[in-house]
């Protein structure tokens, strides 16, 4: 799952790309990392407005992450999404609520999956 992994690095602060972590970790961990906190500090340093607690691609933006269609259609494939046509509306939804549930799944504080 690199993009994924990806995203769980930039959670906890990794900036080296996944490949790198998986040598020094098999399974990145959020460990009880208040998950809203992070984002929220992540917001409050930049500029523009991000609305990452519904939006997967303010999600993807606020990380430095690439956001665009492809990028969501491999996210989408590495979690197993199927759901409505890529790039719609059905389909960011389930994907942000499936990133939510993952960032859970690895001992992260989410505020709602």
Do not use: C
Not at 29 to 45: E, F, K, T
Not at 46 to 65: A, C, E, H
Not at 69 to 90: D, T, V, Y
């Amino acid at each position: 799952m690199a993009f994924f992994d990806d995203i769980m690095n930039k959670l906890k602060g990794d900036t080296a790309p996944a490949e790198t972590q998986k040598i020094q970790n098999t399974t990145p961990i959020l460990q009880n990392v208040d998950v809203n906190a992070v984002l929220s500090n992540l917001a409050s340093q930049k500029k523009g407005k991000f609305n990452y607690k519904t939006s997967i691609v303010d999600l993807l933006r606020l990380l430095d992450l690439d956001s665009s269609l492809a990028a969501r259609k491999k996210l989408a494939a590495e979690l197993k999404i199927q759901a409505g046509p890529h790039g719609s509306a059905e389909q960011n939804i389930a994907l942000h609520k499936a990133v939510l549930k993952k960032f859970a799944e690895n001992g992260g504080k989410v505020w709602r999956f």
